[in-house]
């Protein structure tokens, strides 16, 4: 934030100096793991939003996840941020892993849903999430929100995370890795469908891919952390040699930025992502989401920021 602060004060004093020599707003988009959907999607975002916002340069940049790029909202290192809404409801409200520090974050839009994958392979044994018990599995890289959700996921299903596993705590891609070399034998990851390192996995010689499903363990994780998830599906060949649905929790993707981020700044942001929609869906089909009917309280569940409230209300929505 002090770099788009600084950004817009460079840029208001430059106002008088020809076009040529004005110096640019600066956005950093803090994004995710390169194997998974954040990543492509911020920059894709960053892409866009420098060629369609006059005087705004954005870059995207490769995190761990949410938890991550939520304590960078709080830090200042990124401006922008794509969170899954628990970690976001976690931030704002500073508990869990923001115990004692609350992040000043707001809502720009509701983006897709966050489906949970449990992923292991054919012929291990792993047929239900308690078939974990003693198994060596990767919940997802140190603040991510994959983390966050697999530890919930875990104990709504009667598991301790911290006992009932042997935890390995890897990216996506280095989980995919691990476990086509037989070193773990399942892992976690929530993302967008499909995710490329998935896709990988599944399209692999000799592998057969197999999604643990998990639906019934909504009702538990809503009764413990608010209501949050939802039962879904990832849809039958999303993935290579997926034969059915796969019965799923879901949580929504949202984009985020600091209360301090200047309305203007705010508004242009959200208005170029519905305006340039298409552009985002050639980026990753995940950006079909991005729809009017998505963008309320309930899915993103911390409040929106008045920039994107302004755009929203001259859409008639009536968001707060």
């Not at 995710?32 to 995207?60: F, H």
């Amino acid at each position: 934030m002090r770099k788009l602060l600084i950004g817009l004060l460079a840029a208001c004093a430059a106002a008088a100096l020809p076009a040529s020599a004005q110096q640019k707003i600066t956005l950093s988009i803090a994004t995710g793991p390169t194997g998974g959907v954040y990543y492509p999607m911020g920059g894709g975002m960053a892409n866009i939003l420098t060629k369609s916002v006059p005087g705004l340069s954005a870059t995207a940049e490769a995190t761990a996840g949410s938890v991550a790029n939520l304590e960078f909202i709080l830090t200042g290192k990124a401006d922008v941020a794509l969170s899954m809404a628990d970690a976001s409801w976690d931030a704002f409200k500073g508990q869990e892993r923001f115990q004692g520090k609350a992040v000043p974050v707001r809502g720009l839009m509701v983006l897709y849903p966050n489906r949970f994958h449990i992923v292991t392979l054919e012929g291990i044994g792993i047929n239900k999430i308690a078939d974990l018990k003693g198994r060596r599995v990767s919940t997802g890289p140190p603040r991510s929100g994959t983390e966050v959700k697999t530890n919930r996921v875990l104990e709504a299903a009667g598991l301790n995370p911290e006992k009932d596993i042997v935890r390995e705590r890897l990216t996506v891609q280095e989980s995919v890795n691990a476990l086509k070399d037989r070193k773990i034998d399942a892992f976690f990851w929530s993302g967008g469908v499909p995710t490329a390192s998935v896709t990988d996995l599944g399209a692999t010689p000799g592998v057969k891919m197999k999604l643990i499903e998990h639906d019934d363990v909504v009702e538990a994780l809503n009764k413990k952390f608010g209501p949050l998830y939802v039962k879904d599906v990832i849809p039958a060949k999303t993935y290579p040699g997926q034969a059915a649905d796969a019965r799923i929790s879901t949580i929504w993707n949202v984009l985020v930025t600091s209360a301090n981020t200047p309305d203007e700044v705010a508004y242009n942001i959200v208005k170029t992502m519905f305006e340039k929609r298409e552009d985002m869906i050639r980026v990753h089909a995940e950006a079909q989401n991005f729809d009017l009917k998505y963008q309320t309280n309930a899915a993103m569940v911390i409040p929106f920021h008045p920039g994107a409230i302004k755009y929203f209300r001259e859409r008639g929505l009536n968001v707060k």
